[in-house]
């Protein structure tokens, strides 16, 4: 069944840790993103990615980095984690093209808490 | 500068009713309305969806109304049901590239 993982679900980390957030569909779509999520606030977009080799930053601005070399795979890492991170991280894809384009399909989410 | 603004917050209605909610938005170029759902534990799920070439899309007991002219657009559940408490985005794109997302509703269905 075409889906889109994302691992850990849950991580509580102390302060000054490297975490890596995984994240992979199989659904062979080209876009990938990551959007922060909070309470309350609307999901912000923080990394996105149209293809291999290709990662650009969103609106929100954020100190985690993503890598994509492969299709299916965009992992987010944060070098040194901070309480300021602590929130919930949610991976999306799409098609490319103008149908497919404009449907996001989200994972479930990796909830960070760093204290 | 938030691009869509949603309300209300919060929502609390009875099993039966209707429940409605509202999104607005500035940027003429956004050509693609959709609305999310979210339960907990999961990820948004599309729900429905709009262009605005139409002034309404209705899916089973879902309706998107759409007003061009006003800038706005709300979705319309009825016969609400327990089952649809859940979390409501509203998003807004211009040719599917980048979304924008309303701050969410949380609707609860009472019996």
């Known amino acids: 069944e075409a889906d889109i993982y994302q691992t850990p679900r849950y991580l509580v980390i102390g302060t000054g840790k490297k975490i890596t957030l995984e994240c992979s569909q199989t659904?062979?779509?080209?876009?990938m993103y990551w959007y922060q999520q909070d309470p309350g606030m609307e999901l912000h977009l923080i990394h996105y990615?149209?293809?291999?080799?290709?990662?650009e930053k969103g609106d929100l601005s954020s100190e985690s980095t993503v890598s994509r070399i492969r299709t299916e795979h965009f992992p987010l890492t944060l070098e040194s984690a901070r309480p300021s991170h602590t929130s919930q991280y949610l991976c999306?894809?799409?098609?490319?093209?103008?149908?497919?384009?404009?449907?996001?399909?989200f994972g479930a989410g990796s909830r960070l808490t760093v204290l | 500068q938030q691009q869509v603004k949603q309300s209300p917050q919060s929502l609390i209605v009875q099993k039966g009713g209707i429940s409605i909610i509202n999104c607005a938005y500035e940027?003429?170029?956004?050509?693609?309305f959709p609305w999310y759902q979210q339960f907990p534990g999961k990820g948004p799920a599309l729900l429905i969806a709009?262009?605005?070439?139409?002034s309404e899309k209705k899916e089973g007991r879902f309706t998107i109304s759409f007003n061009k002219s006003a800038k706005q657009f709300s979705l319309h559940i009825m016969d609400s049901q327990p089952g649809d408490s859940a979390t409501y985005f509203c998003?807004?794109?211009?040719?599917?590239?980048?979304?924008?997302f309303g701050t969410g509703t949380s609707l609860t269905v009472i019996p």
């Open positions: 998003a807004a794109s211009i040719t599917g590239n980048q979304f924008y």
């Open positions: 659904m062979g779509h080209d876009k």
């Open positions: 999306a894809s799409s098609e490319s093209g103008r149908g497919g384009a404009n449907v996001l399909t």
């Open positions: 990615s149209y293809g291999v080799n290709s990662t």
């Open positions: 940027n003429t170029a956004f050509d693609y």
């Open positions: 709009i262009r605005p070439d139409v």
